[in-house]
Nanobody
Framework: QVQLQESDPGLVKPSQTLSLTCTVS??????????WSWIRQPPGKGLEWMGC???????FYSPSLKSRTPVSRDTSKNQFTLQLSSVTPEDTAVYYC???????????????WGQGTQVTVSS
């Protein structure tokens, strides 16, 4: 059973850099055929995919957030990390990490999610 657990940064001040880490157990982040994503949900809004890192280490980002959201990983700790720079109150959201599996022909489906962590940006 794969489990994902987000870190809990809690309250972040505007203009700071938000750093979130997802710790994965029960499976390796380097196993081929999977992508490891960051997704957020602002209050009252839908889910927003932010970016991901593949098992190969290749990264993909939402065009609207690309310059602000580098995703990296530490394979020795089986963790991947999101850094969101210059945060504003609009970045307040529940942040999730999740795994998706490649079923071929561009068919990726999420199969495991973290429980989510509330991040509030406020001075």
């Amino acid at each position: 059973q794969v489990q994902l657990q987000e870190s809990d940064p809690g309250l972040v001040k505007p203009s700071q850099t938000l750093s979130l880490t997802c710790t994965v157990s029960g499976g390796s982040i380097t196993t081929s055929g999977y992508a490891w994503s960051w997704i957020r949900q602002p209050p009252g809004k839908g889910l927003e995919w932010m970016g991901c890192i593949l098992s190969s280490g290749r990264t993909f980002y939402s065009p609207s957030l690309k310059s602000r959201t580098p995703v990296s990983r530490d394979t020795s700790k089986n963790q991947f990390t999101l850094q969101l720079s210059s945060v504003t109150p609009e970045d307040t959201a529940v942040y999730y990490c999740a795994r998706s599996q490649d079923y071929g022909s561009g068919n990726w489906q999420y199969d495991y999610w973290g429980q989510g962590t509330q991040v509030t940006v406020s001075s």
